[in-house]
């Protein structure tokens, strides 16, 4: 029997930029345009070295995914850590890159087991750091009773995502009358947790 094939570690040589044009065809193409060939021929590299550094594609996608979760849980706790932190947590959340390469990696992990658990526990600690992050906020404004922390996360999180998917197909009705509606909101909560007559808190 033949020694076991010989995977690479985390910060080998190559596995970052790899990661990079895989996110980026995931971006311009959508996932079933992901495959070691293309990914490699992206960046002038043989196929044969995807599966030196992943043992195979759905590792692939996770390691794109994992990498970016834990950069969002960074900019998240960075942005409720703002001077405003509502309206920074709103625009972090309607990135549109960040939209579609989460979009694309949900539809696959519900394709594919193997990536099911793990974008499914990343996307419980975001709602949960969230909705916690927002229970603090709407105590001090004083509204903590208008609508479920929970609630609130995963509204902001869902108009996100539908704007960005609406506009990408050329649909725009109601998108104006929704976003002066979730600042006009916003702009309620952000001045109810400032000083009285003061700007916001650094």
């Known amino acids: 029997m033949g020694a076991p094939r010989r995977i690479a570690g985390p910060d080998a040589k190559n596995r970052e930029v790899l990661l990079d044009a895989a996110e980026r065809i995931l971006l311009d193409e959508g996932y079933p345009a992901v495959t070691s060939r293309r990914v490699a021929s992206r960046v002038g590299l043989k196929p044969q070295l995807v599966h030196y550094y992943f043992r195979n594609m759905d590792e692939l996608f996770l390691a794109v995914f994992t990498r970016r979760a834990e950069e969002g849980l960074r ?42 658990a793990e974008v499914g526990r990343y996307a419980e600690r975001f709602r949960t750091a ?56 916003i702009d309620r909560l952000e001045k109810a947790l400032r000083p009285a007559g003061g700007p916001p808190q650094a």
């Open 130 to 185: 969230q909705a916690e992050a927002l229970a603090e906020l709407m105590g001090r404004a004083g509204v903590a009773d208008d609508v479920p922390p929970a609630a609130l996360s995963m509204i902001m999180t869902s108009l996100a995502r539908v704007a960005v998917i609406e506009r990408s197909i050329g649909v725009s009705t109601g998108h104006a009358e929704t976003l002066a509606l979730v600042e006009s909101y």
């Open 75 to 116: 900019r998240q706790a960075e942005a409720l850590a703002s001077p405003e932190p509502l309206r920074a947590l709103w625009e972090f959340g309607s990135d549109p890159a960040g939209i579609v390469l989460t979009m694309e990696i949900m539809s696959l992990a519900s394709r594919r087991e193997s990536l099911r």
